[in-house]
């Protein structure tokens, strides 16, 4: 089984398919002492519309890789004594926060769901057809004729979801993204020294007495990741909404070459990508002598980057980091 086969599920092209309006009725009025009644045919009931919601309850598109289709119930028909047939009940299908809905074909964005209880039309009901009592008139009193309800509408998108985090820590499998949430958040991401062990976007709450922020580690990017090698570009959309980036790089092994190479790949996917605040973090530096990190630090301030150092195995260091990492962060989310 390949790689791909176990990221999680976001991206899923779906087909909707509101309800069908009721037919309309055609009867007649039927009463002691009133053999010839008029026309009482009542109109259809309006089909199912389709709402999607934006939900923090939902982490990811799984339910929609396993269902494909999704039809609303039907309008019921008019009956007789002009009786309206009954309406069919609404369908919610409920997404992450943050799935962006896009026509399949032109990728144009339709609607973007970015906070939690935002609602979506993304099919609608058909109309119930009229009963045959909206068809008399002075020269035909006896209307033989309803109308049949109108087809919901059907409409196919792509459904994609961009997770929203205020930062994204981005970096080589194994530069020890997923050990520096923990330490710095409530997460519990899996660690491992072996590649590609986040192969999903993990989310942690970094927070003080008077600020909170959300951060996300992203799965490691390889080089070639904007043209589909290793985990691919998957990933890196989830990178889009964040407002401020965190370079994580393995401060043993050459952190100056996979410094090049996070900066190459983020400019080949989206160069905007670049414009957005963010800092470097040296890890596992207790892996270096004080010389070697020393004259890392040096190297990144002279290319203008805010670079800091730190192990995980240090509390100090990650106490720090924590401050700085709010401080900077919530900045940058007010200049947004």
């Known amino acids: 089984m390949s790689l791909k086969s176990y990221i999680f599920p976001d991206t899923a092209k779906v087909k909707f398919v ?27 009931g309006r089909g199912a ?30 009956s007789s004594k002009k009786m309206h047939g009954k309406d069919a009940e609404d369908l919610y299908l409920h997404v992450p926060v943050g799935t962006v809905v896009k026509d399949p074909n ?34 035909n009193r006896v209307p033989h004729y309803a109308q049949d309800g109108e087809p919901g ?17 981005i970096g080589f499998p194994n530069a020890g993204k997923s050990s520096i949430l923990n ?19 993990v989310l942690g709450v970094l927070s003080n007495n008077e600020k909170a922020i959300v951060l996300a580690d992203i799965p490691g990017i390889i080089e070639g ?5 290793g985990l691919g570009n998957i990933f890196l959309r989830h990178i889009e909404r964040s407002n401020f980036l965190i370079f994580v790089l393995d401060a043993s092994l050459d952190p100056i070459k996979y ?42 301030n002279g290319l ?19 401050n700085i990492i709010l401080e900077l962060v919530s900045e940058s989310k007010i200049l947004v």
């Open 106 to 139: 032109t990728n144009e964005i339709i609607c973007d769901l970015d906070h939690n209880g935002k609602v979506f039309l993304v099919a609608k009901g058909g109309k119930g057809g009229l009963g045959n009592s909206n068809f008399a008139t002075p020269t």
């Open 183 to 201: 330490a710095l958040t409530n997460a519990k991401a899996i660690v491992g020294e072996y590649s590609f062990t986040t192969i999903k976007p």
């Open 18 to 44: 509101g309800g069908h309006g009721g037919r309309g009725c055609v009867s007649f009025r039927k009463e002691k002492y009133i053999p010839k009644g008029g026309p009482d045919g009542g109109d259809g």
């Open 259 to 300: 410094y090049n190479i996070i900066i190459k790949e983020l400019e080949q996917y989206n160069r905007d990508l670049l414009q957005k605040k963010r800092i470097i973090l040296l890890n596992k530096r207790d892996l270096i002598n004080k010389i070697t990190e020393n004259e890392l630090l040096s190297y990144f």
């Open 49 to 78: 519309n389709i709402y999607l919601v934006a939900s923090r309850e939902v982490s990811d598109l799984s339910f929609f890789k396993s269902n494909r289709e999704f039809r609303g119930k039907n309008g019921e028909p008019g």
């Open 153 to 169: 509408e059907e409409k196919n998108v792509l459904l994609e979801l961009k997770i929203i985090a205020d930062a994204s820590l």
């Open 225 to 229: 990741a904007s043209k589909g090698k």
């Open 304 to 322: 203008n980057e805010k670079v800091y150092s730190i192990s995980t195995f240090d509390r100090t260091s990650v106490e720090a980091l924590k």
